[in-house]
């Protein structure tokens, strides 16, 4: 009876061990605390669900902050917003084109639908470089040639000039630290305002380096990017500057850079970032996600000029007489070997052409198959006792495919001056259409001849002034310029009759 009795009294006993964890309050306000958790996601839902439908994202919560738009929905909103607008000019050339001809519904919509195929095939063809437009030789010469047109003025010498990607728009900055937001057809401009220190600190900036108590202002180079979001600048302050060109605010400082940032580009199309500065190395930064990516290291001495298309590619030139082609991916580069003793300039002509300027005012082609340049015009911006602007004779050309724009003679111009030094390079993007810009009074237009590996002068413009910065429309029909007294990175020449501001010239197409 005893051993009975034990059992039952250890089998009771378990049995109300279970019924009192079951009835212990705290697991009970457990289930109540989960149950209570569970009714406030879904509310929270519900919410959010009601905040979407009336257009409106409250915020606060989690879960309100996912519900945002992403990557993938935010692109495919831009593709079919620009899709749209491809059919709407289709849809204008159509009327246009057949407004007496009377057909079915179907077959037009099938034309149309076509149209736009090729309209958007023939962009994408331009912007990866494998189709070139043929704009150099619709240049027509006019008859007399006025100088350009002041459109914007500035204080102090223009350090850079950029467009926006509808060429409605530019941005201009110069040495005072001004940046400017102007209108191309009216030249109306707005001001950008620095912040104050403890603003840029909050922003991300760092403390002075050196003797210097505060930020310089001082601006050496400006990017825009595709979508026209975001403005970036850069200069002496080793900083690179975000702005929101649709408030012209202030909304990032990204340090790292130990020298001044000379040169700025955004990938197209992205908004991935590329500064290039005088302590020798390429950082690159996302400006959407306001981070840094990642550092290139390669170039012996200072960074001068940089320059990137669609794809994840980097040129830049340096005062270490190299030139040097970045592919980003594979994190490695190639390294053209300049005869000058500095390139100051460089741009893309395509994935696979390059063109450069440099300090003895020589300007260079270049193919990606060779580490020297398949093409050289000797003294492009000479200056000469009398300017002779008419074009090259067949005389005129020297061996090893070189070329020179006058008579040798050493007494009439002055090649290694800062004057002739080509500044600036731009090329009309997708075209075979390319100006340069120097001190010696002009801006010159090439024509790029890839078969030939040529380059073939169309004619000069009249600008007094350091050409420091200039910019192309993607249609071909105008052409800016950012003019000073004093070179864009020194003082070691001054044109007093000169006019800082930015410049503007049109451009008639046949």
Known sequence: MKHKNTKNKGFTQKGKNKSSIKQDPFFDKESKKRRKIEYEEDNIESEDSEGYENGVVEGGSDASSGEEETADEKRKRVATAYLEKIREIA???????????????????????????????????????????????????????????????????????????DDLKGYSASKDGSILHWDVDSGKGEKYLWPSEEVLKSHGAKDPQGRATKHSKHVLAL???????????????????????????????????????SCLTFRQGTSELFSGSFDRTVKIWNAEDRSYINTLFGHQSEILAIDSLRRERVLTVGRDRSMQLW????????????????????CFISNDEFLTGSDDGSIELWGVLRKKPVFIVKNAHALLASHNNSDLKDNGKVSNGYIENSDYNPGSYHSFSAYSWVSSVSVCRGSDLVASGAGNGSVRLWAIESEAKNIRPIFDIPLVGFVNSMAFAKSGQFLVAGVGQEPRLGRWGRLPAARNGVAIQSLSLS
């Open 223 to 261: 990017a825009v990017s595709s979508d026209g979001r975001y403005l970036a600048s850069g200069g002496l302050d080793r900083h690179v500057h975000l702005w929101d060109t649709r408030t012209r605010e202030h909304i990032q400082a990204f340090p790292g850079h130990r020298g001044p940032v």
């Open 91 to 165: 849809r204008k050339e159509e009327e246009e084109k057949d407004e007496d001809d009377e057909r079915e519904d179907g077959e037009k919509e099938g034309e149309r639908d076509s149209l736009v195929a090729k309209i958007l095939q023939q962009e994408q063809l331009e912007d990866s470089g494998r189709l070139r437009r043929v704009i150099a030789s619709r240049v027509q010469k006019p008859e007399t040639i006025d100088e350009f047109r002041v459109l914007v003025k500035h204080r102090q010498p223009v350090t850079a000039v950029v467009l926006s990607e």
């Open 327 to 346: 592919k980003v991916p594979e994190e490695s580069r190639l390294v053209f070997r300049a005869p000058a003793t500095s390139l100051e300039c460089c």
